[in-house]
């Protein structure tokens, strides 16, 4: 019980984070500044995990050639 209350309060304060970022970023940017660092965020957040691993296994292989 308590650790669902626990991630509620979690995702409470991350959506009154992420409102409250998004207000302050077209106050002071305008919409489109925002809107293009809040999709660049989602992109990295979801690519960014298999792009890493593209990377490791591409090094992996190169070190693999170099040594045999």
Excluded at 32 to 58: I, K, S
């Amino acid at each position: 019980m308590e650790r669902d209350e626990r991630q509620e309060l979690a995702v409470t304060i991350g959506l009154l984070l992420l409102v409250g970022g998004v207000l302050l970023g077209d106050a002071l940017f305008g919409p489109w500044p925002t809107l293009a660092v809040g999709v660049t965020f989602v992109l990295v957040h979801y690519l960014g995990p298999h792009a890493g691993g593209e990377v490791a296994v591409r090094r992996f292989a190169r070190r693999l050639r170099r040594y045999h």
